[in-house]
């Protein structure tokens, strides 16, 4: 599997011209949209690789747009916007954004980025080393990008399932958000700590019950750790 198509959705057009460009050097198909019920109706019948979302759009909104994408496509979607504040960024995340630039950006920082999410979910053109995790009623494989709980596969956003790899791959070793941000995210993230929280609050409503021998953990004043059941 190669990341071969990017939708651009953005009601700025010199942003898109800007970005088209700078993708198509580095060999990426390039999909533009300049509102978001456009996007919708693009994503679905072209079914790019990743999306590049602006929040601010007209028609449907980027957060709208995004919740569209997440009921039936897990593909990567980094999210643009001008706006700042913690608080979007903490929206765009909980519905399923896995990454999030602010304007005014560098267009080789997106590059940047997009190359990361290419080699972290192993989308390039090398052949990806397996690399699996597997425990009671869990099962994180991300050669073939895939979460499988008490035996049946769970669609998750890519961050989602690379912060669980991480933590499933050092058991019972601690974290702390910053930590988790520099392994998982990298790049130099601009985010705040609380991205880590709401990925974990994710995580944990999708693996809910499913076992007593593990456990994602909150070491309160420290960060998280992925537990194991020392009794089994």
């Known amino acids: 599997m190669s990341l071969e198509k990017i939708l651009i959705v953005d009601d700025d057009k010199n942003i898109c ?22 996007a919708v109706v693009k994503f679905n019948a072209l079914k790019p690789d990743l999306v590049l979302l602006d929040i601010m759009l007209p028609g449907m909104d980027g957060l709208q747009v995004c919740r569209e994408i997440r009921k039936k496509s897990s593909v990567p979607i980094i999210m643009i916007t001008a ?14 954004g896995d990454d999030y630039i602010v304007k005014p950006f560098d267009a080789k920082e997106v590059i940047a ?3 990361a999410i290419t080699r972290r979910l192993g989308l390039g053109n090398a052949k990806p080393e397996s690399r699996e995790v597997k425990y009671d009623g869990l099962s994180v494989n991300m050669t073939r990008y895939e979460l499988k ?9 890519p961050k989602e399932l690379e912060l669980l790899y991480y933590l499933a791959s050092n058991p019972n070793r601690v974290y702390t958000r910053d930590q988790l941000l520099d392994e998982v995210w990298g790049f130099d993230y601009y985010g705040d700590s609380r991205t880590i929280d709401v990925h974990i609050k994710r995580l944990r ?15 309160w004043g420290v960060g998280y750790k992925f ?5 089994d």
Not at 84 to 96: A, M, P, Q, R, S
């Open 227 to 231: 537990e194991m059941n020392d009794e």
């Open 113 to 115: 980025r997009i190359n």
């Open 205 to 219: 409503e999708k693996l809910e019950g499913v076992s007593e021998k593990w456990s994602l953990k909150t070491v």
């Open 149 to 157: 709980v008490a035996g049946k596969i769970i669609e998750t956003p």
């Open 17 to 38: 011209d800007v970005l088209r460009l700078y993708l198509e050097k580095e060999g990426y198909g390039v999909i533009l949209s300049h509102d978001g019920n456009e």
């Open 83 to 96: 706006k700042g504040e913690t608080i979007d960024k903490v929206i765009g995340l909980e519905i399923g």
